[in-house]
């Protein structure tokens, strides 16, 4: 994915006003004070897998590294992955994405995106918070992993627009739509790739620290109480009905089912986290793999942001990186 370069203004004529020297002179001081890498021996490339509201437990992994002096030289990541990893490499910190996203108003931001089917809401999101910066211009290396739905092949994304790619990566099929990206039509990475081990390593010649939060589905836990929730207040009383009517007049014929057998997006979901959690075992390559303990959490259980992050700074800190 190339990108066109526009030439600033002021590079445009030969000579230059002296408010124009200001304005790039201010321009660099800043980027080198707010991208300027730690000086640490210990440097290591990382790899965020998805996993959706799980993949909010990166953030207490990030955390941990900048405590320990732990310099994260690049970074490689899929789905939730990309966009925690993305707003790292752009220079927010692992303690400011606590604050940020402790302090999102999920149940609002879940009815926008119900009202946005098309997922222009959550397009316009990230474009909002990532802004238009070229991958090649971070200070840490970056990828975005996606999927060609067309071919099924893995696609790493390296340069480009960085909220683009991201979307691209983010697509959870059924749910977002495809991104079409030089020709490609591409989905959520974690249909191929769940933890980019492999991308990271590349990125970076250094120990690979993978993070994987995709565990074996808790017991019991179902998505459908989700669902609902986020319906409340989003959408007409008449239209969760129809959707709780269609749950339970439809149910899959199956011989002997169970009372509690699972629903059909209930299935879709559970497959797709089973398939994902298999995949993710090639997190295994990685010098040093960080499990967080978010297998009860449900994928759209954003809520419980504070608690998924402490997780995650718990995991790291029980898997002594180093």
């Known amino acids: 994915m190339e990108v066109v370069r526009r030439v600033p203004t002021y590079f445009r004529t030969r000579q230059f006003s002296a408010s124009c020297i200001l304005h790039l002179a201010s321009r660099l001081l800043l980027l080198s004070l707010r991208y300027t890498a730690p000086m640490t021996e210990k440097r290591i490339a990382l790899a965020l897998g998805g996993g959706a509201a799980k993949g909010l437990a990166h953030v207490g992994v990030l955390r941990g590294l900048e405590e320990d002096g732990i310099e994260v030289a690049a970074i490689a990541g899929t789905s939730m992955g990309s966009i925690v990893g993305a707003l790292y490499a752009r220079g927010m910190r692992g303690k400011e994405m606590e604050a940020f996203f402790g302090s999102v108003d999920w149940a609002r931001l879940g009815k926008i995106m119900l009202r946005s089917p098309g997922g222009g809401a959550f397009r316009d999101l990230l474009r909002e918070t990532l ?21 099924g092949k893995e696609v790493v994304i390296r340069r480009g627009n960085l909220a683009d ?18 020709g490609q039509t591409l989905v959520d990475g974690a249909m191929v790739t769940p933890v980019p081990v492999e991308s990271a390593g590349q990125l970076f010649s250094a120990p690979v620290v ?33 959707v709780e009517a269609f749950f339970n007049n439809h149910p899959l014929p199956i011989v002997g089912r169970k009372p509690d057998f699972p629903n059909r997006l209930e ?9 994902q959690y298999n995949l993710a075992r090639q997190g295994e390559r990685a010098s040093q793999i960080v499990e967080p303990e978010v297998g009860s959490i449900g994928w759209f259980e954003f809520e419980r942001a504070r608690e998924i992050m402490a997780e995650g700074y718990r995991a790291y800190r029980a898997a002594a990186i180093g």
């Open 131 to 151: 802004g238009i910066e070229p991958i090649e211009d971070l200070a840490i290396p970056f990828a975005a992993v996606c999927c060609n739905l067309e071919t």
């Open 210 to 242: 993978a993070v994987n939060v995709l565990r074996p589905p808790a017991a019991g836990h179902t998505i459908k109480p989700v669902v609902k929730r986020l319906l409340e207040g989003a959408a007409p009383m008449q239209l969760m009905n129809h």
């Open 267 to 275: 299935v879709v979901m559970r497959s797709f986290h089973v398939m």
């Open 165 to 182: 790619a991201v979307v691209a990566s983010s697509s959870i099929p059924g749910i977002l739509p495809p991104s079409m990206i030089d």
